[in-house]
């Protein structure tokens, strides 16, 4: 073949073939993507509070007739149903949205009534979709009420064969009362389930006030109802912040209670755990976490549970807190968790959006006035219609012989009746409809009884179209009736099950509460490793290196301690003893354990004293009193305590003891200052005071100590010289001071206890 029928071939069977931008064409399709998976996929609607999945499962259910008082249908025939007629996507997703729609400790309502495995608050996942069965509950029924009365759109489903809602009617809040949560592109939705009879208390409440706030709203609707119980323990002004911005978290701890054994022993019960949060997970880590001494104050922890959840912990010792033991739990595993709210959901003109607790309440209300208008026209159609089939039918009953006569012997009755009667085309067309037999069965006071209700009943609906004022008293009437049903068939749905206590209380855990208290040496290499040896007293030559490493730092402390890590940039950063690489190698990086600024370098490191203090200090000459406590940072990137002047270093860390009553500071110009302690600040933070003049050069070394006892420092090998001729040196703080005592090291550094900053 030639080379131009190639191109023949290429022009005519490529399709058509364009240049564009690769950007430009990526941008376009994953914009398509995302708007796919927020409007299709993963946020709900305000108004059902149903995701599309959902809201497609239970319509199939209703086509299949799984009403509550039917018998349940296998799953693998709903998910069959969903996924021909309704939902474009595998059964996997189908099933999976089913299952959690009835988990009873999942859903605060369940929408479905399972038969069969459909998993347990263990975690353990459901059966597969062959062996399980299911139905709709009453609150389903509930979401579906009146969607045969045009109370909402319908739209063709993904092949054009069948329609489906475009939202449910939705009776019932649903959107708060199950809450939902789903993971879309750029944005994603947490809503946790409330008390059902606290929403409908707010709801009327905001019909009769529609000005009212979210802190109006927060006296009917405290804060979120777990199916699975718990204590929410979130002070007034958190929860309100909340629900008046949409979006933050709330504290979730479990239930528990100390029950008292023989011989002064006690136990622990957990009777109910934070949502969604896995029994058996739960019981895996913590575990791990005896197993690992990281709660060293529990003995054991083992599932006593049935038909309810019953988890016993069992201290190490009788002596010990039971709420130290619990505290430990709270802050190491899931008995305490963090429940978002972003109550992010399409609104109903499918626009994303956060709302805050007064807007989704009034979306809500917002729908089910439209439905309620949307369902009363129709009604009026129904009504329109059957007035005039039964105006039609009392013209056959005064004339039913001749009726009779024109449908036996007229070649076209239907013409011949509307003419001789005065009948519409409809009239004339239900008539001939009609079996003899009926039209013989005919009564007139029944006829004329069935148009005055009709008349009536149209009267009505029409009076409630043109006053809105009815139209808020019916819905709110319905809000009672739904009430009433939900304490008839399941009263204990409506009662709340979490219990909103404020703020957690604050326990002072002792220092080895949470961590067993074992001595350590901490270990920082000059090239930067950081490691834990066990024990104290070892040897600094002892101890093992890297090629080409060598030590620097070899602190004494212990696994409770807070070790400071203060660099030459004034900043200091805190690391958890009982986290230190352990000692058998050669350690971790310090830059994997704490966030160090570019070219920073470790002057210091030492544990945080919680009535201790250092003398910091820059290259400048200034500096001040800092308490230990203070230097502690939660943070990773540290705490700026020290600032150093242009060009200078932050280079003292000095302990000063409760004792000390002086300062010496030396010079690299060789010239020492004495001066008493009190003349320098305590302070936080800062770049603190001056302490010795400078014409040029900088600070090389400082110390505090005890004036009777006399300034020491190194002098030779493995000694020291103390020096009380005071006089020589002694000053006013921030002076030039005199040249060094006779004796003082070549090198400027006092020396003598070096190792406090080491």
Same mark, same amino acid.
């Given at each position: 073949m030639s080379g131009a029928d190639d191109n023949d071939l290429l022009n005519n069977n490529g399709g058509d073939i364009r240049d564009v931008n690769f950007g430009a064409a990526l941008s376009e399709r994953y914009l398509a993507y995302a708007l796919s998976?927020?409007?299709?996929?993963?946020?709900?609607? $305000?108004?059902?509070?149903? /995701?599309?999945?959902?809201?497609?499962? @239970?319509?199939?259910?209703?086509? @299949?007739? $799984?009403?509550?008082?039917?018998?349940?249908?296998?799953?693998?025939?709903?998910?069959?149903?969903v996924i021909g007629k309704y939902h474009p996507h595998g059964d996997t997703a189908i099933y999976d949205a089913l299952v959690r729609l009835a988990q009873d400790f999942v859903q605060r309502y369940p929408l479905i009534d399972g038969?069969? *495995?459909?998993? *347990? =608050?263990?975690?353990? *996942?459901?059966?597969?979709y062959r062996y399980t069965e299911a139905r709709l509950t009453e609150i389903a029924a509930m979401l579906l009420r009146n969607i045969d009365e045009d109370a909402v759109d319908f739209r063709d489903t993904y092949n054009g064969e069948e329609k489906e809602p475009v939202v449910l009617p939705a009776a019932f809040p649903n959107l708060l009362a199950n809450g939902t949560q789903g993971i879309a592109v750029g944005m994603a939705t947490a809503v946790p389930p409330h008390n059902a009879a606290e929403l409908l *208390?707010? @709801?009327?409440?905001? =019909?009769?006030?529609? %000005?009212?706030?979210?802190?109006?709203? @927060?006296?009917?609707?405290?804060?979120?109802?777990?199916?699975?119980?718990?204590?929410? $323990?979130?002070?007034?002004?958190?929860?309100?912040?909340v629900y008046e911005t949409g979006r933050g978290s709330m504290r979730l701890r479990a239930r528990w209670e100390v029950e008292k054994l023989k011989g002064g022993t006690w136990q622990i019960a957990v009777t109910e755990i934070p949502y969604q949060v896995a029994k058996g997970r739960l019981l895996e880590k913590s575990g791990e976490l005896i197993s690992n001494k990281k709660l060293h104050l529990c003995g054991d922890i083992r599932d006593e549970s049935t038909e309810d959840v019953r988890i016993v912990i069992d201290p190490k010792s009788r002596n010990i807190e039971p709420v130290h033991l619990m505290e430990s739990l709270f802050r190491n595993t899931d008995l305490e968790i963090r429940i978002p709210m972003n109550l992010n959901v399409l609104n109903a003109d499918t626009v994303p959006g956060v709302l805050d607790l007064k807007q989704a309440l009034s979306a809500f209300l917002e729908h089910r006035h439209e439905v309620l208008l949307r369902r009363s026209r129709h009604r009026l159609g129904e009504i329109d219609t059957a007035l005039e089939r039964v105006e039609g039918l009392m013209v056959v009953f005064l004339n039913l012989d001749e009726v009779i006569r024109i449908i036996r012997e007229e070649d076209d009755p239907?013409?011949?009746? =509307?003419?001789?009667?005065?009948?519409?085309?409809?009239?004339a067309e239900y008539i001939l409809n009609t079996r003899l037999r009926s039209l013989r069965k005919l009564e007139e006071m029944k006829l004329r009884d069935e148009r005055e209700n009709l008349l009536i009943e149209r009267s009505e609906i029409e009076d409630l179209l043109a006053n809105v004022r009815a139209q808020w008293k019916t819905i709110r009437h319905e809000f009672d009736e739904l009430e009433a049903l939900l304490h008839k068939k399941a009263p204990h749905w409506m009662a709340r099950r979490t219990t909103i206590a404020g703020a957690a209380p604050v326990v002072d855990m002792p220092d080895d509460a949470l961590v067993e208290r074992e001595a350590i040496t901490v270990v920082l290499s000059k090239m930067g490793w950081l490691r834990a040896l066990r024990g104290h007293g070892h040897v600094r030559d002892d101890i093992k290196y890297r090629d080409g490493d060598q030590g620097r730092f070899v602190v004494p402390a212990y696994t409770t301690d807070k070790i400071i890590v203060l660099t030459d940039q004034g900043r200091c950063h805190t690391v958890g003893a009982d986290k230190l690489p352990s000692g058998r190698g050669f350690g971790e990086p310090l830059s994997l354990t704490v966030e160090l600024a570019t070219g920073a370098k470790v002057i210091a490191v030492f544990p945080a004293n919680k009535d201790g203090k250092r003398l910091l200090a820059a290259t400048d000459g200034r500096g001040f009193i800092c308490p230990e406590w203070e230097m502690v940072s939660n943070q990773k990137a540290g705490k700026q305590v020290l600032n150093p002047g242009k060009g200078a270093a932050a280079s003292i860390a000095f302990v000063v003891k409760p004792e000390h009553d002086s300062v010496a500071v030396v010079g690299e110009n060789k010239k020492m200052l004495m001066f008493p302690l009190e003349d320098l600040p305590e302070m936080p933070r800062g770049r603190g005071v /001056?302490?010795?003049?400078? %014409?040029?050069?900088?600070?090389?070394? %400082?110390?505090?100590?005890?004036?009777?006892?006399?300034l020491t420092w190194a002098w030779g090998q493995d000694k020291t010289r103390t020096f009380t001729e005071y006089h020589e040196i002694e000053g006013a703080r921030a002076s030039a001071g005199r040249s060094s005592p006779a004796g003082f090291p070549r090198n400027g550094l006092f020396g003598a206890d070096s190792d406090q900053t080491a």
């Open positions: 998976t927020i409007m299709s996929r993963s946020l709900p609607d $305000v108004r059902d509070g149903l /995701k599309p999945v959902q809201r497609r499962v @239970l319509y199939a259910m209703r086509q @299949l007739k $799984v009403d509550p008082s039917s018998s349940p249908r296998k799953c693998a025939t709903i998910v069959g149903e038969q069969g *495995n459909f998993g *347990n =608050i263990d975690g353990d *996942n459901a059966a597969a *208390n707010a @709801l009327r409440f905001l =019909i009769d006030k529609p %000005a009212a706030s979210v802190e109006d709203l @927060l006296a009917h609707v405290p804060g979120p109802d777990f199916p699975t119980g718990g204590i929410l $323990v979130e002070d007034t002004d958190t929860l309100r912040e239907k013409a011949d009746l =509307i003419t001789a009667f005065d009948l519409t085309e409809t009239q /001056k302490l010795q003049h400078f %014409a040029k050069g900088g600070m090389a070394d %400082a110390k505090t100590f005890v004036k009777a006892a006399g």
